[in-house]
């Protein structure tokens, strides 16, 4: 008589069956489908506000003082167009005033006759900008400039510089591994988010079909745990594969230069492997949660009722790794890298930041023990509640209530 097989052996089994059922099923190329939406929509509304900004007028400025000063303006700016043409307002003369006339640019502004977004009054010596707050702030300094010039009267003699190109710079380093260290823990965030919730569903589905009851009498519940758990993992790893390969190759179809993205601290090969380590750690753990979560709960609607406060509690988890990589080395950095659910969206940035591998060694043996925590407590509560079925319980009541009758 063959024995049953061990707990390795059975969770190989189950993952085994769970991996390849969902690979060859069509769903799981709708499922590869999914991001192109999205990507569509983003591209859509991009090229939508570009064009909208395109299609906006620069802001004109209004000019209303005496004649003569209205002349000088305007040369002045000329002057300074070659030089500052797009950090000077463009004027536009809706006034030119004699000796003693007044202008109220407020009621200029209000009746909305003129096609301009502030009025310069005043004189040189004492120019007065009218208008909305954010914007008259922003043309201070340029119309100080102008206002300087023109009443020097002198032309200024701008030297040509040479411009001397070099392809990086310790500022602009710093600067593009923040942005990549920012895109990383984005995309793992979403394709976490994204991939662990096909844990609930796969669970939720076969509890209805009493599948799992078949599994649990032919495989210890902790293998069935496991199994579908690791077998969930390879989905999301060869939908990412997938992804990453169609991305690639309109990356390079497009044309597009490798030198044109700032390197990584650790370089981009170890970040991609770093990420592809810090994706399973982190799914992982939140694929623990929600098949805890899916095996005490029966319908879809309940799965959607306990996950909602683990996705929320997740988008808190991004958050405060996101802060924390703006505090590089501080209290705030190392407790993201030591809280489990935080710690591989932290490490990511980090290594984008900081060359050092020996944190990765021990993030990486940190967050894998408490992997194998979250997966034996879960499943030890998956063994105890996902059996948890039937009238088994109401027969019992209903048997002691008829034996007191009788």
Known sequence: MIGRLSGLAAAWVVARRDFTAILFS???????????????????????????????????????????????????????????????????????????????????LASRKANVAAILTGSLAAPVLTGPDG?????????????????????????????????RSNATDRKGRFATAQGAQTLLFLLTMMLAGMVLSNLVEEKGNKIIEVLAAAVPMDAVFLGKLFAMLG????????????????????GISPERFPDPAVGWPLLIGLGVIYFAMAYLLLGSVFLTIGSMATTVREVQTLS?????????????????????????????????????????????????????????GWQALWVLLLVRGGARLFRSRVMKSGPAGKVKRSGFRFSRRR
């Open 308 to 364: 909602m406060p683990v996705t929320m509690a997740q988008l808190m988890v991004f958050f405060f790794a996101s802060f924390a990589m703006t505090q590089p080395g501080s209290a705030v950095e190392i407790a993201a890298v030591l809280v489990p659910f935080s710690s591989p969206f932290a490490m990511l940035a980090r290594a984008a930041q900081e060359p050092a591998l020996l944190p990765h060694v021990l993030a990486i």
């Open 135 to 167: 914007l008259i702030e922003a043309w201070q300094g340029p119309v100080a400039m102008l206002a300087a010039q023109a009443r020097s009267g002198q032309p200024i003699a701008y030297p040509a510089v040479a411009l001397e190109p070099v392809a």
């Open 235 to 254: 989905v999301s790893l060869v939908g990412i594969a997938t992804w990453a390969a169609t991305g690639g190759l309109l990356w390079l179809g497009g």
């Open 26 to 108: 069509r769903s799981f190329f709708f499922f590869l489908l999914g991001p192109l939406f999205p990507i569509v929509i983003a591209l859509l509304a991009g090229s939508l506000g570009s064009r909208v900004d395109a299609s906006q007028e620069r802001p004109l400025l209004g000019v209303a003082m005496e004649t003569g000063e209205v002349r000088k303006l305007e040369q002045a700016r000329a002057r300074l167009e070659p030089a500052l043409d797009d950090e000077l307002p463009r004027l536009v003369v809706i006034g030119r005033l004699a000796d003693g006339e007044r202008h109220d640019p407020a009621q200029t």
